[in-house]
C-alpha cells in the first residue's frame, strides 16, 4: 500500500459566524463548531484512506479563544498519523477578526477515524508522512496518543458496563 503526505488529505473550510450561530455571549455555539470539526475532519480521513470512514473518537476538541460574530473562522485539517485501519485527524481552528486581519488559533481537536469497505468491515490505510515542522511534532506523538485512546476506550467500555439504562424517573 502507497504511504501519503500529510498534505494530500489537507483540507479547508472557512465561515463567517453570524448571530444565528452564537450563543448568549454572542460566540460560536461550541456544539456548531464541534460539528464543523468533524465534517473537515471526515474529509480529511476519506481523501487519505479514498473509501468510506466513521468516527471512532473525538479524542479531544480545546477551545482556546471565543470565536466572535461577525470574525471568520477558519478550520483546516489533515492526516497527523495512521494506524492498521485508523486514522488521527489533526484540526486547528483559527479565527479571523475581518476588519483588522488579526488572526490566532482559537482551538485544537483530534478525532479518530476508521476505514470500511463495502460491508463496512475495516480495511488497512496507507502510512502518513508528515513533511512540515507542525506535521513532524504531531506525528511523533501519535503513537503515544493512540495508547491513550485504546485505554481510554477500555475504561468507558468498563464504565458503560456499571451504567443503566433506566430512567431516574422510572
Known amino acids: 500500500m502507497t504511504e501519503k503526505f500529510c498534505r494530500e488529505s489537507r483540507t479547508i473550510k472557512s465561515s463567517l459566524v453570524l448571530p444565528p450561530d452564537t450563543n448568549y455571549h454572542g460566540t460560536l455555539f461550541g456544539g456548531k463548531l464541534m460539528s464543523y470539526i468533524d465534517d473537515i475532519a471526515s474529509i ?78 475495516p480495511v488497512t490505510v496507507p502510512k502518513v508522512i508528515p513533511e512540515t515542522k507542525e506535521e513532524m511534532k504531531l506525528h511523533e506523538m501519535g503513537a503515544r496518543r493512540a495508547e491513550m485512546r485504546k485505554m481510554r476506550r477500555e475504561d468507558s467500555k468498563e464504565l458503560a458496563e456499571f451504567l443503566t439504562t433506566n430512567s431516574p424517573w422510572e
Open 44 to 121: 480529511s480521513a476519506m481523501r487519505h484512506a479514498r473509501c468510506a470512514v466513521v468516527t471512532a473518537s473525538t479524542d479531544s476538541v480545546d477551545f482556546l479563544y471565543p470565536i466572535e460574530t461577525r470574525d471568520a473562522v477558519s478550520l483546516e485539517s489533515y492526516v497527523s498519523w495512521t494506524g492498521k485501519s485508523s486514522m488521527e485527524v489533526f484540526v486547528k481552528v483559527i479565527t479571523e477578526e475581518l476588519m483588522s486581519g488579526k488572526r490566532k488559533i482559537a482551538a485544537t481537536s483530534f478525532l479518530t477515524f476508521v476505514a470500511l469497505d463495502n460491508n463496512k468491515k
